[in-house]
C-alpha cells in the first residue's frame, strides 16, 4: 500500500519526466523541513486529483477512432468534417467530450503549477524558493503555450473566411492536440514555443518604433527563425506587418499609433513606449515577481480580442494576431501538423 505521506505518479498522468522532477524536488524541500507540512500533504492531494482527470479522459473514446451506435456512426473524417464547417458560435458544441476535458486538463494543470509556485514561496521561503521558480515558470509557461495554440486552432478552424483545407488541417491539429494527456505545443508546432519562450526575453526599447532592435533581439533569444520568415517574406500584407510589430511592441496598433503621433508633434527622433496605458509584455522567465500565467494571457488576449473586433467591424488594422497569421501559413505549405 502506499504512504499518504509520499508523492506518486501514475503512468497515464500528464506530468513528464522532467515536470515530475520538479514537483519531487519542491515536495523533498518541503518535507525535509516538516514531515507534516500541510503544504506537502495539498501538493499530493493535487497531484491526485490532476493523475485522477487525465485517467478520466483516457477513458473516453479515442477521436480517431469510428464509433458506430444504431444507424449513426461517426469516423476522423465525419467529425473533421462537421467541426470545420461550424462557426465560434457553435464550434465547442460539436466538440467530441474528450477533447473538452483535453482543454479542462491544460487549464487545470495551468492552475497546479499557480499552486506550486505559491506553495514553494509559503513553504520554503523566498530566498529558498528561487531554486525551483524558474523550472515551474517553464512548466507553466508551457502549458500556457498548448492552451494558447489550441485558442489560435479553433480561431482559424471556426473562420469561414479562411479555405476549407486549411480549416481542416487546423481541426486535424486541435484534434491530436486535445487528445493526449500530456501533450505539449513542442510535440505539434515547436515553431510557436520557441517563439514565444524568446518573446518573453526581448527587451522592448521603442527607438523609432520600426521594431528592428526588437526583432533582432527576438532572434537572438532562440525564435524560430520561421516565425519571422513568414511575416516579413516579400509578398507579406499590410496586416501582417502591423501584426508583427503589436507581436514585438506588446501594444496593439491603435497604441502605436497614438505614439507615433506624439513623435510627430514633438519632433522625436525615438520614442519610449513606457508612457502607453496599456504594458502587456510578459516578463522574462527569470522574472519570478507575479503571475507569469496572467501576463501572458494579457499579452496574447488582448491583441487577439483586438485583432477579432476589427475583423467582425471591417475595421482597419490587422485582423489577426502575428501568431495566427504565421499558423495559417504554415497549414497552407506544410502538412505535418496534421500527421499523428
Keep these: 500500500m502506499n504512504s499518504p505521506d509520499a508523492l506518486h505518479f501514475i503512468e497515464a498522468g500528464p506530468f513528464d519526466e522532467m515536470e515530475q522532477a520538479t ?3 519542491v515536495h523533498g524541500a518541503i518535507t525535509d523541513l516538516d514531515p507534516a507540512s500541510p503544504f506537502a500533504g495539498t501538493l499530493r492531494r493535487n497531484v491526485m486529483l490532476i493523475s485522477e482527470l487525465s485517467e478520466l479522459l483516457s477513458r473516453y473514446p479515442s477521436v480517431f477512432d469510428t464509433q458506430s451506435l444504431g444507424k449513426r ?62 523550472r515551474t515558470d517553464e512548466h507553466l509557461c508551457h502549458c500556457i503555450y498548448t492552451r494558447l ?7 482559424i478552424s471556426s473562420d469561414s473566411s479562411i479555405a476549407a483545407e486549411i480549416r481542416r488541417r487546423a481541426v486535424l491539429s486541435l484534434l491530436h492536440v486535445r487528445e493526449q494527456v500530456a501533450v505539449r505545443i513542442a510535440d505539434f508546432m515547436p515553431l510557436l514555443q520557441a517563439t514565444w519562450d524568446a518573446r518573453r526575453n526581448v527587451v522592448v526599447a521603442g527607438g523609432t518604433l520600426m521594431g528592428t532592435a526588437e526583432m533582432f533581439q527576438l532572434l537572438e533569444r532562440g525564435c524560430d527563425g520561421r516565425f519571422v520568415d513568414l511575416l516579413v517574406r516579400p509578398d507579406h500584407t499590410e496586416n501582417e506587418a502591423a501584426a508583427f510589430r503589436e ?13 507615433e503621433m506624439a513623435q510627430a508633434e514633438t519632433a522625436m527622433q ?45 475595421l482597419p488594422g490587422p485582423k489577426r494576431t502575428a501568431e495566427e497569421y504565421v499558423m495559417i501559413q504554415f497549414l497552407r505549405t506544410h502538412d505535418e501538423l496534421s500527421r499523428s
Aim: hydrophobic share 45%.
Design 73 to 134: 456512426q461517426r469516423s476522423l473524417d465525419s467529425l473533421i468534417e462537421m467541426l470545420s464547417r461550424a462557426d465560434l458560435s457553435n464550434f465547442e458544441v460539436f466538440l467530441p467530450t474528450r477533447s473538452l476535458l483535453g482543454r479542462t486538463l491544460i487549464m487545470a494543470e495551468m492552475n497546479f503549477y499557480r499552486f506550486l509556485r505559491f506553495v514553494s514561496t509559503e513553504a520554503l521561503g523566498e530566498e529558498r524558493a528561487q531554486e525551483f521558480l524558474p
Design 270 to 314: 525615438s520614442a519610449s513606449i513606457e508612457g502607453l496605458s496599456h504594458m502587456h509584455t510578459p516578463p522574462s522567465l527569470d522574472d519570478t515577481v507575479g503571475d507569469p500565467t496572467l501576463a501572458m494571457f494579457e499579452f496574447f488576449l488582448s491583441r487577439h480580442l483586438q485583432a477579432a473586433a476589427r475583423r467582425q467591424g471591417d
Design 149 to 155: 495554440a489550441g485558442d489560435l486552432l479553433t480561431s
Design 23 to 25: 514537483i519531487r524536488a
Design 247 to 259: 507581436f514585438l511592441f506588446g501594444v496593439t496598433t491603435e497604441e502605436l499609433s497614438e505614439l
